[in-house]
């Protein structure tokens, strides 16, 4: 399938991997985009106009809090009042903890439960009814699902629904030759990561996977590509790309 003049939603796309992908995207694939952020880095619109212009593409910008039904809803419905259609709707959403189970505060587990399992929900079922026909969806969840390791749990438990939904999904749109995928990177270079870990894990990360270091974005966002072009005969899969760290 070809992305030019397709449009991508993007939700996270305007840093890290989200960023990384919108380039892929425009650069490679010529395709608009709907990108959304959540907490402003202050250079959205510099983003914006570096990718239309240098690229030839449609860049629109939306920002908002996804935390509810509603407010997925609203930003499909937001997507499809400045584009008029959704070929691609990518969800990097995500947030971890590493935690003992008994150290959790029910705080903790609502806003893993909320970032990682509920947004990840109404995102894949707004792209259900929204996504034009011979499209993808694409979710990001994390190779940790098919990890044996202990501190994990809540990241690891509200990202596996994920898997499922997305084979729910695919099957419910077959008809519409809509292909439903998760990709599962393994633990990223991104400050997303650091935050958790000790430089003792870090260094163990690195010693399982290729080349002796962490999965970076520039490993992650080409498989996006590729999942929404020629790999799209792939559905209700999880691909995992962590260079040997784990496999399923």
Not at 139 to 159: C, D, E, I, N, R
Not at 188 to 205: I, S
Request: aromatic share 10%; glycine share 8%; proline share 3%.
């Amino acid at each position: 399938m070809s992305l030019v003049g397709k449009v991508a939603l993007i939700t996270g796309g305007t840093k890290n991997l989200g960023r990384l992908t919108a380039i892929e995207l425009a650069s490679k694939h010529k395709a608009n985009l709907f990108l959304h952020y959540n907490s402003t880095q202050g250079d959205e619109k510099k983003l914006a106009n570096e990718l239309s212009s240098k690229y030839n593409v449609k860049v629109e910008l939306y920002q908002g809090n996804l935390g509810s039904a509603r407010n997925v809803e609203k930003l499909f419905e937001a997507a499809k009042a400045k584009f008029g259609s959704i070929d691609i709707a990518i969800n990097n959403v995500g947030k971890v903890l590493k935690k003992p189970m008994v150290e959790v505060t029910e705080e903790e587990f609502d806003e893993m439960d909320l970032v990682n399992n509920k947004i990840a929900f109404f995102f894949i079922a707004q792209a259900t009814k929204h996504v034009s026909s011979g499209g993808s969806i694409i979710s990001l969840v994390t190779s940790l699902l098919a990890a044996y390791t202990p501190f994990y749990a809540v990241y690891q438990g509200t990202k596996s629904a994920v898997e499922f939904y997305t084979k729910s999904a695919s099957k419910e749109l077959i008809g519409k030759r809509v292909s439903v995928n998760c990709i599962a990177p393994g633990p990223m270079d991104t400050p997303f990561f650091y935050a958790q870990e000790q430089p003792e894990a870090v260094e163990f990360y690195k010693s399982v996977s290729f080349d002796n270091r962490l999965t970076k974005i520039e490993d992650i966002a080409p498989i996006v590509g590729f999942l929404a072009t020629s790999g799209s005969w792939m559905t209700g899969q999880t691909l995992y790309a962590s260079g040997g760290m784990t496999a399923r």
